[in-house]
T-cell receptor
Framework: SQQGEEDPQALSIQEGENATMNCSYKTSINNLQWYRQNSGRGLVHLILIRSNEREKHSGRLRVTLDTSKKSSSLLITASRAADTASYFCATADGSGNTGKLIFGQGTTLQVKP | DTEVTQTPKHLVMGMTNKKSLKCEQHMGHRAMYWYKQKAKKPPELMFV???????INESVPSRFSPECPNSSLLNLHLHALQPEDSALYLCASSQVGGRPNTGELFFGEGSRLTVL
């Protein structure tokens, strides 16, 4: 069963603008991860935030985690056409030992040049 | 370039055929996964192998049979599939253990399966 819900389902912006995607989940987690998937390709890991962290940065990516609200957001700053892809959040279960990740429904991002 | 290699990239099979999907990684990871992804949907976990032993089977029908011959290889044997099994099948690997276990997955590019 899928645990995460993401919004928006689809997002279209101009190059240079910022893109924000949100993810909500239902059960306790060990960590939350974000992945990108270009059309018809495999998924690529972007960033991981642990349950005891509130914010994390990686290049143009900023992730926040609010465990009290069971939600996370991914911010992509100064977007580029190459950022066009689907973005999924994924949660690792509370024990963190199984490596089992459950993916959210995803946000499809289109960045127009 | 992904360090997880999946073959074939595309596969078309009839409902009576037997075929296999293959996955290989040389990162020394000891956990390997099969996910199924339908169009415009998230990946759905099918199987997890940890140290070459099946640790998770997400109630997958027996027409899908996983096999992990060694720590670098993962197969998915297909038999008597249905048209609704058409999907992108993704293999992934990850480290096991560590402090803490990150659970970060490395995915292959997938095998696109069409069942006629």
């Amino acid at each position: 069963s899928q645990q995460g819900e993401e919004d928006p389902q689809a997002l279209s912006i101009q190059e240079g603008e910022n893109a924000t995607m949100n993810c909500s989940y239902k059960t306790s987690i060990n960590n939350l991860q974000w992945y990108r998937q270009n059309s018809g390709r495999g998924l690529v890991h972007l960033i991981l935030i642990r349950s005891n962290e509130r914010e994390k940065h990686s290049g143009r990516l900023r992730v926040t985690l609010d465990t009290s609200k069971k939600s996370s957001s991914l911010l992509i700053t100064a977007s580029r056409a190459a950022d066009t892809a689907s973005y999924f959040c994924a949660t690792a279960d509370g024990s963190g030992n199984t490596g089992k990740l459950i993916f959210g429904q995803g946000t499809t991002l289109q960045v127009k040049p | 370039d992904t360090e997880v290699t999946q073959t074939p990239k595309h596969l078309v099979m009839g409902m009576t055929n037997k075929k296999s999907l293959k996955c290989e990684q040389h990162m020394g990871h000891r956990a390997m996964y099969w996910y199924k992804q339908k169009a415009k949907k998230p990946p759905e976990l099918m199987f997890v192998y940890s140290y070459e032993k099946l640790s998770i089977n997400e109630s997958v029908p027996s027409r899908f049979s996983p096999e992990c011959p060694n720590s670098s290889l993962l197969n998915l044997h297909l038999h008597a599939l249905q048209p609704e099994d058409s999907a992108l099948y993704l293999c992934a690997s990850s480290q096991v253990g560590g402090r803490p276990n990150t659970g970060e997955l490395f995915f292959g590019e997938g095998s696109r399966l069409t069942v006629l």
